[in-house]
């Protein structure tokens, strides 16, 4: 069943204002944020060699469903671009140009992502979710990913 | 073992996490890796996670060294995050 829109927004509102006190301590940059769309966007940039990344969340249906989670070239501004991610040591930023993990709604097999094995109702309760539960958590994720030298290898190709 | 020595082997810091914060005692020779265990479990988090505690320099703290080992004293601040594990499909 579909989330009312109020509902998803007041969430997201709530969780952005997290984010805010995340965003003086790390750097990050809230670009955009869409309400009627429940669309926000956020500008991450690499301690390590200062590229740049901007994160798109879509969140309607939130938290029933995983924000729809998704790259945007800092040049073109087209969403979805396999140079636009960050590359890992392992596997959470997908060569197919999604994140690997319950948190993200691309990788669900329902948006024909690889995980058909993953239902998006019960995305709170993957045993693999681990803390990423919520928007600050997942930048989080993301922005530690892009820190630590033992992580990050640089932008994908 | 009297009480006043029995103290001195224990540190109380506070685990800060998004989701609050956590004051909590360890022995001062307990692993790192005890400590991201004993935090999961306190804040409920799956067993799934790739979960790391960070110094309050953002130091990345390694799971097989001990508290002690990082000179903390007590009331020193600790950061707890989730990296999320790669559940990579064929990527």
Not at chain 1, 116 to 140: F, H, Q, R, T
Not at chain 2, 40 to 65: C, D, I, V, W
């Amino acid at each position: 069943m579909a989330v009312d829109k109020a509902i998803s927004l007041s969430i997201v509102k709530l969780e952005l204002e997290k984010c805010r006190e995340y965003a003086d301590k790390y750097g990050w940059e809230i670009l955009t944020f869409d309400e009627d769309a429940l669309l926000f966007k956020v500008k991450l940039s690499s301690p390590l060699n200062g590229e740049i990344f901007i994160v798109s969340f879509k969140c309607d249906n939130y938290r029933e469903w995983p924000p729809y989670i998704d790259f945007i070239d800092p040049d073109s501004g087209q969403e979805g671009l396999k140079k636009s991610y960050p590359l890992s040591s392992d596997g959470f930023f997908h060569q197919n140009a999604l994140i690997c993990h319950p948190c993200s709604r691309k990788a669900y097999g329902d948006l024909k992502g690889p995980h058909g094995d993953w239902k998006l109702v019960d995305w709170e309760n993957n045993p693999k979710i681990g803390a990423l539960k919520s928007i600050p958590d997942i930048i989080i994720a993301i922005y530690e990913r892009i820190s630590q030298p033992e992580v990050y290898r640089g932008r994908m190709k | 073992m009297n009480y006043e020595h029995e103290h001195d082997q224990k540190l109380t810091i506070l685990i800060e996490s998004t989701q609050g914060d956590w004051e909590a005692t360890f022995h001062k020779t307990a692993k790192i890796s005890e400590v991201i265990e004993a935090t999961r479990q306190h804040f409920g988090f799956s067993h799934e996670g790739n979960y790391q505690l960070k110094l309050a320099t953002g130091e990345t703290m390694r799971p097989e060294r001990t508290l002690v080992s990082y000179q903390l004293k007590d009331g020193d601040h600790l950061t707890f995050v989730d990296l999320g594990v790669a559940v990579s499909y064929g990527g």
